[in-house]
């Protein structure tokens, strides 16, 4: 049984020295680097199996990375965007940008406001009061805690002044 040859790769001469550039930068990503010079070498004439030996890797991600650079020839796309990972799917988004909003603004006012005998929030409350208000049916108090996390909230450390100290100005 015949192999397939794999597709010809035919460069410009503006890509080929981007890619080159690219490949001798100092300060670019190693991935990219690589896939760069699967590029360099597909585009010399070199098979899957040809390129895996010499830089080390499978012939399946030679095999891929000559692929998505003829996928994405008809695109206008820099170099480095077409040597960037495909956008992987994932669960879809659970809550809306404007309960995360609120939940924030919860964090960052007083527990007195909503009848919480605390002096701070802590993620289980914040997150007992954000369902009971109906912002959000269901989330858990781990969850509660990454997006504070992520936003660098800390409800904990906050004061709640409803007037300044006497001589301190907020």
């Known amino acids: 049984?015949?192999?397939?040859?794999?597709?010809?790769?035919?460069?410009s001469d503006c890509?080929?020295?981007?890619l080159e550039q690219l490949v001798n930068r100092h300060n670019a990503a190693q991935q990219v680097v690589l896939r760069a010079k699967i590029i360099l070498m597909a585009s010399e004439g070199n098979n899957h199996r040809q390129i895996a030996r010499i830089l080390g890797i499978s012939r399946d991600m030679a095999r891929l990375w000559r692929n998505r650079w003829l996928e994405?020839?008809?695109?206008?796309?820099?170099?480095?965007?077409?040597?960037?990972?495909?956008?992987?799917?994932?669960?879809?988004?659970?809550?809306?940008?404007?309960?995360?909003?609120?939940?924030?603004?919860?964090?960052?006012s007083p527990p007195e406001d909503y009848g919480r005998p605390i002096s701070h929030w802590t993620s289980k409350e914040l997150t007992?009061?954000?369902?009971?208000?109906?912002?959000?049916?269901?989330?858990?108090?781990?969850?509660?805690?990454?997006?504070?996390?992520?936003?660098?909230?800390?409800?904990?450390q906050t004061r709640y002044w409803l007037t300044p100290p006497c001589g301190r100005r907020i």
């Open 1 to 11: 049984m015949a192999r397939l040859a794999p597709k010809p790769l035919n460069l």
């Open 15 to 18: 890509d080929r020295q981007k």
């Open 72 to 108: 994405t020839a008809s695109q206008e796309l820099s170099i480095t965007q077409r040597l960037q990972d495909a956008e992987r799917g994932g669960a879809p988004v659970k809550f809306s940008m404007e309960q995360v909003i609120e939940l924030f603004a919860l964090a960052c």
């Open 128 to 156: 007992d009061e954000i369902m009971k208000q109906g912002i959000i049916e269901n989330i858990s108090v781990r969850h509660v805690g990454r997006l504070l996390e992520e936003a660098q909230l800390k409800p904990h």
